[in-house]
């Protein structure tokens, strides 16, 4: 068989991608649907204030894995993906990191079992967010002849993707885990068009959104959203008194945070915090509920609120939303 010329190699190649990314484009309804922008439903409400922790990173040791700093990617993923939902203010980086620091954890980049709640009571959040990434997956299967083009391999050949997160969601006030959930993306690349080199390609970059391990990507985040709209649906919204005067009572919440003239709020007092004493490490800790109030007036960043019944309030009182 006589030799192809490198010339024609290099002429052949552009063509090539052009008839896999049409191969690509119609292979599958599951690739479509990975490939789409998720959209949500309109919200209106008041926004529930969420700290979002590091995930963890409990993969293999592949390369990919140290130059994509997938946890540190993964995470800012999902705090994107909620900030568009419109229903939470996502605690600050900065604030967030801050608070590590003092605590002693950034160094470590591990948080120690029961801390969780404290660190969310400082930054004034009503849920912590705590995770891991457990998967991050590329196989491939079949076979036949293929080229590499600027660092990509395009084959004849099937590739999966697989990414998962285990998350938690822990109460700020109580240090309970309210949820847990694996947020898992499975996706399979079926026929010519199978991606199977990384080396060069910017994770979240066009180039990786096509891979299967980028659709699996996008596909576990979302899930991950879902996971934490859908529990946060049915949770009251929570705030804290800031101070109170004779009887009005002042909140941590404006229209910044969707309050509203009339809203109506049970003001909670928090018991002692429960401190373990074999391990050491905080349990929690018990409410109880001492009366409620109502908003007259709502400004950008806090609302007042006239006593409605109870007495004693105090500046840290625990508001959760009627």
Wanted: proline share 2%; glycine share 12%; aromatic share 8%.
């Amino acid at each position: 068989m006589p030799k192809i010329n490198k010339a024609v190699r290099w002429l052949a190649a552009p063509a090539m991608v052009f008839l896999l990314s049409a191969c690509v484009a119609a292979s599958g309804s599951e690739q479509v649907k990975a490939e789409e922008e998720v959209t949500y439903l309109p919200y209106s409400g008041p926004k529930k204030r969420i700290a979002v922790l590091t995930f963890e990173n409990k993969i293999s040791n592949r390369w990919w894995d140290r130059s994509w700093n997938i946890q540190e990617r993964l995470t800012e993923m999902l705090i994107t993906e909620l900030m568009k939902t419109n229903r939470f203010i996502v605690v600050e980086r900065g604030a967030l990191d801050e608070v590590l620091a003092e605590q002693d954890l950034a160094a470590s980049g591990r948080i120690r079992r029961g801390t969780e709640a404290r660190i969310g009571e400082v930054l004034g959040a009503q849920v912590v967010i705590k995770g891991a990434v457990t998967e991050f997956v590329e196989k491939e299967s079949g076979g036949g002849a293929g080229i590499l083009l600027k660092g990509i391999g395009i084959a004849g050949k099937s590739n999966s993707g697989h990414v998962a997160i285990d998350m938690r969601l822990i109460d700020a006030t109580t240090g309970q885990i309210l949820q847990s959930q694996r947020a898992e993306g499975k996706i399979k690349t079926t026929g010519i068009g199978g991606i199977a080199f990384f080396k060069g390609i910017a994770f979240g970059g066009t180039t990786y959104k096509k891979t299967a391990l980028g659709k699996a990507t996008r596909k576990a985040v979302a899930a991950a959203t879902a996971f934490v709209v859908d529990n946060m649906e049915n949770r009251p919204w929570q705030g804290r008194v800031v101070k109170v005067v004779g009887r009005k009572v002042y909140v941590n919440g404006g229209f910044n945070m969707g309050i509203s003239p009339g809203s109506y709020f049970t003001v909670f007092s928090k018991g002692e915090e429960l401190i373990d004493p074999e391990t050491g490490l905080s349990l929690g800790s018990a409410i109880a509920r001492i009366g409620s109030v109502q908003v007259s007036q709502v400004l950008d960043k806090f609302s007042i609120a006239e006593t409605v019944e109870g007495s004693g309030f105090k500046r840290g009182d625990i508001l959760k939303m009627q």
